[in-house]
């Protein structure tokens, strides 16, 4: 006589599929909950990394706009432009009685 050992992984399926409906509709749900934290938790992180960049970014232009500001003052300073009006473009201020005054109504 000779003896046949029983396909474990077909009693095991067979058992899941008659008597197991719960459980492995559980396990299922169980595995599909974890999967949607994993990805939560990835966009999460991925969220967060893209806002500290921009924060970053955010902060190296509020830099760059404060030196264009100084810049801009400085180029803009009375004296200076003065100061290049008669070095560089040879202008001079107009004599009082060469000046014309124009009134509005």
Do not use: C, W, Y
């Given at each position: 006589?000779?003896?046949?050992?029983?396909?474990?992984?077909k009693?095991?399926?067979l058992?899941?599929?008659?008597v197991?409906?719960?459980?492995?509709?559980?396990?299922?749900?169980?595995?599909?909950s974890?999967?949607?934290v994993?990805?939560t938790?990835?966009?999460?992180?991925?969220?967060i990394?893209?806002?500290?960049?921009?924060l970053k970014?955010?902060?190296?232009?509020?830099?760059?706009w404060?030196n264009?500001?100084?810049?801009?003052?400085?180029?803009?300073?009375?004296?200076?432009?003065?100061?290049?009006?008669?070095?560089?473009?040879?202008?001079?201020?107009?004599?009082?009685?060469?000046?014309?005054?124009?009134?509005?109504?």
């Open positions: 006589m000779k003896k046949t050992t029983p396909n474990l992984a009693l095991i399926g058992d899941l599929i008659t197991g409906r719960i459980p492995l509709a559980m396990l299922l749900l169980i595995f599909a974890a999967m949607a994993v990805f938790t990835h966009h999460t992180r991925a969220a990394s893209e806002k500290d960049q921009a970014e955010r902060e190296r232009l509020d830099d760059e404060r264009l500001l100084l810049e801009e003052t400085a180029l803009a300073e009375h004296s200076r432009v003065q100061a290049v009006a008669k070095q560089d473009l040879d202008m001079k201020r107009p004599d009082s009685d060469k000046e014309v005054v124009i009134d509005l109504p």
